[in-house]
């Protein structure tokens, strides 16, 4: 316990919350601190005026107003945001095929090439354990040795997407149907 | 030697990076990230299969346009460069939302900045574990944000 009671304790006393030896504890600090005695007196003064205080009623049920100021907020805050987010998107695609994606391309995977090295020489030197399993997982599986297969035509590739879109399409309408059957309502 | 010094210089700015932004993102977009985590807690099983099944079938058609476009950009490059665009920016959401989740769960009496730092820094440290952390939980919350962000994106106003 500090030197002087807090308001929070005082306020636990006045309610009654506190547990016996702890109110046992708090008695004997009041009788050897006049500070504390006064803090206490005013603390329930507060409670009493706070008591004989009349409860006062509205006049008018004010839920139908709130539901509708509620009902104009601006819905499309959220959608401009991210609105935004997709036309910057768009604009950075274009952008990056406008600049030439082959280069582009050719730059990223030698930082990536850059990268995977670093990380294997820090690995290394930081923990062993740690670099031992990135040999590890270069042996299991190199994300570098990842190629599409040369299918031929650009038929069976249209195809292959048009599929996936269409899997894409149902699969997306199985789901949110279901979570907006179950849940939202 | 440069190598090694070098990523223990971009180590720790990657990782402060990450939390940064899933911060950041908790800031500006309160709703879809609030929405991603509510999603993930109350659907974790839908969450998960709208997830997988975004991610999976997105990344067959970016792969089929990318084939279709070949190296010359094109029409079909750029709906691929839109669509990886898109997904990067859901999974985004996703794992902001999973980061708060962990952050709540990890230090539920804190500020909501300290919830979503530490939960972020909790997030990319753990998705950094060898083996299960890179093909095991990573996998897991990006797939369960990303559904979870999805969800929330798409779900009914309560009325």
């Known amino acids: 316990m500090t030197d002087h009671l807090d308001d929070s304790l005082l306020h636990a006393y006045l309610d009654g919350a506190l547990a016996p030896d702890e109110r046992v504890g708090l008695e004997e600090h009041l009788n050897s601190c006049p500070a504390c005695t006064e803090d206490l007196a005013r603390a329930r003064r507060l409670f009493l005026a706070i008591g004989g205080m009349s409860e006062e009623s509205l006049g008018r049920d004010l839920t139908p107003a709130v539901l509708q100021a509620l009902s104009r907020l601006p819905r499309w805050v959220p959608s401009l945001a991210i609105g935004e987010l997709l036309g910057a998107l768009g604009i950075g695609a274009a952008l990056i095929l406008g600049l030439g994606t082959s280069e582009i391309v050719d730059g990223l995977s030698a930082s990536s090439e850059r990268i995977a090295t670093q990380l294997e020489v820090a690995s290394r030197q930081l923990t062993s354990g740690w670099a031992e399993a990135l040999e590890r997982s270069r042996s299991f599986w190199s994300l570098s040795e990842i190629r599409l297969p040369d299918l031929g035509s650009a038929g069976i590739w249209a195809t292959i997407a048009i599929a996936a879109l269409i899997l894409w399409f149902v699969g997306n309408g199985l789901v949110l149907g279901q979570v907006r059957r179950k849940v939202w309502r | ?159």
Request: charged share 10%; net charge positive; glycine share 16%.
């Open chain 2, 1 to 159: 030697m440069n190598d090694g010094v070098a990523m223990l210089i971009a180590a720790p700015v990657v990782f402060g990076s990450l939390v940064a932004l899933f911060s950041l993102l908790r800031v500006l977009f309160p709703v879809q990230v609030g929405s991603a985590k509510l999603a993930a807690i109350e659907m974790p099983g839908r969450s998960f299969a709208l997830g997988t099944v975004n991610l999976l079938l997105l990344s067959v058609i970016v792969a089929a346009l990318g084939a279709l476009g070949g190296g010359g950009g094109g029409i079909f490059q750029l709906l691929a460069l839109i669509l990886v665009g898109l997904l990067v920016i859901a999974l985004g959401f996703g794992l902001a939302g999973m980061s708060v989740l962990i952050g709540e769960r990890l230090l539920p009496d804190s500020s909501l900045a300290r919830q979503t730092a530490w939960g972020s820094a909790t997030l990319v440290l753990a998705s950094l574990t060898p083996f299960l952390g890179w093909f095991g939980l990573f996998p897991y919350l990006a797939i369960l944000g990303l559904g979870g962000f999805l969800i929330g994106l798409f779900r009914r106003s309560p009325r």
